[in-house]
């Protein structure tokens, strides 16, 4: 006799409950949290922005994560202003606009902070770039269909050389530095455009040639995997950089603001990715990130990684997942169980933002480093991406 057991819908909120009882998801579940609100107050004409800078792909810090965390914590005013934001428009226009903060109770922004086993000495005093961490653990992904399906579908490439994550149906999350080195504008942010992996219709006679050649001078060589693809770009109509990085102060405050959200100028048809706060590391299951961008020394490759979370700040996320530049701006992801419509869901809970040297015990270390999504951070982003702050009262 065979049993059939069918879970409908109207059961799941049963089994979680029971998987709950169970003990099984409780540290590994998306909990959402009452978030506050950041309202556009008044918008100010800006000056004429200078488009001077290099995109600056490499970010370096004398504040290590120690720094970071005995740093002053920003009052109810000064988050104001590092929470007001410019805005650049495609017309080559600036706008400032000032924010108010209402609901926001420092003490729940509190992160329980995990400090990592320090590392070897030995390696510590060996000042050699550590973008990959040994042994390289990043993925290229091949095949249209794993390119065009999700989670890969919502990376896209920055004409700046970065990558960016769809948050929205418009809307697009990168790093700051990826359009502003927090004095200038880069050069490339004045018609910033937006490129996404498209499938290259199948050009039989080529193949044929390149098979024929390979048949021929006897290549080992596979055809380039990466002549498959092509990118289809759109426009940016603004983007939203905010006061913390533009003003980065000698507190490394601005590595914390380390983000900025663009809007296309069409809607593209892809889905998105949600955005979460970012849950305590020891709170992920297997205190794992992922992210994927386009990393420079795989050129038309879209690379994914994933690994350990590490030592964290409120705002901060320190790990040791290989990137090079190019991968600037991606989406950390988390994927965690969603309760309510039970089943695993993956959301944004971070803004890589590249490889850092730190000082630390007077040796240089370095680590790559993310930008977290706070519940600040998350209502201001959300509330660029929906326009409205009603939509935006969980994260
Ligand atoms: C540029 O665009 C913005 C937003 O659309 C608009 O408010 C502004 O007047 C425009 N500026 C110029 C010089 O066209
Ligand atoms: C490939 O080579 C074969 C003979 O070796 C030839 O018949 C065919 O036309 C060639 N195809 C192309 C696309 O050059």
């Not at 596979?222 to 980065?248: E, L, S």
């Not at 296309?264 to 994927?292: D, E, N, T, W």
């Amino acid at each position: 006799m065979t049993v059939f057991l069918s879970i409908s819908p109207s059961l799941c909120p049963m089994l979680g409950l029971l998987l709950l009882l169970s003990g099984c998801w409780s540290l590994q579940q998306w909990v959402l949290q009452r978030v506050p609100v950041v309202l556009p107050q008044q918008i100010k004409p800006g000056p004429a922005p200078h488009f001077l800078s290099q995109a600056r792909l490499d970010v370096s810090s004398s504040c290590d994560p120690d720094c970071h965390r005995k740093a002053p914590k920003p009052s109810y005013w000064d988050l104001r202003n590092i929470l007001s934001y410019e805005t650049l428009h495609s017309n080559g226009s600036l706008t400032t606009t000032s924010v108010e903060i209402y609901g926001y109770n420092p003490n729940s922004d509190t992160t329980v902070v995990y400090k990592a086993r320090s590392r070897g000495k030995r390696e510590a005093h060996v000042r050699r770039k550590r973008q990959i961490f040994g042994h390289d653990g990043r993925f290229s992904i091949v095949g249209q269909n794993y390119l065009l399906q999700f989670p890969f579908s919502v990376v896209v490439k920055l004409s700046t050389g970065c990558s960016g994550t769809l948050v929205g149906n418009r809307h697009v999350l990168t790093a700051a530095h990826c359009v502003h080195d927090g004095k200038n504008y880069v050069k490339g942010a004045q018609r910033l455009r937006v490129g996404f992996l498209k499938p290259k219709y199948r050009d039989t006679q080529s193949t044929n040639f390149f098979l024929n050649l390979t048949n021929q001078i006897g290549s080992p060589y596979p055809p380039p995997t990466n002549d498959k693809m092509k990118f289809q770009w759109i426009r940016a109509r603004r983007t939203h950089v905010p006061k913390g990085w533009i003003k980065a102060n000698a507190n490394d405050i601005g590595m914390d603001y380390d983000y900025a959200l663009l809007e296309l100028k069409k809607l593209h048809k892809r889905h998105h990715m949600k955005l979460g706060v970012s849950p305590p590391a020891q709170r992920l299951p297997g205190r794992r990130v992922h992210f994927s961008g386009f990393d420079n020394d795989r050129p038309g490759d879209l690379v994914y990684r994933f690994c350990l979370a590490g030592e964290e700040t409120p705002d901060l996320l320190y790990q040791h997942c290989d990137a090079q530049p190019g991968a600037s701006g991606s989406g950390v992801y988390a994927r965690m169980w969603d309760p309510l419509r039970c089943k695993w869901e993956r959301k944004i809970i971070g803004v890589f933002s590249g490889h850092q040297w730190v000082e630390r015990q007077g040796a240089s270390q370095d680590y790559n480093v993310a930008v977290r999504i706070t519940p600040l951070k998350y209502a201001q982003i959300c509330y660029w991406i929906k326009g409205n702050f009603v939509d935006c009262r969980e994260g």
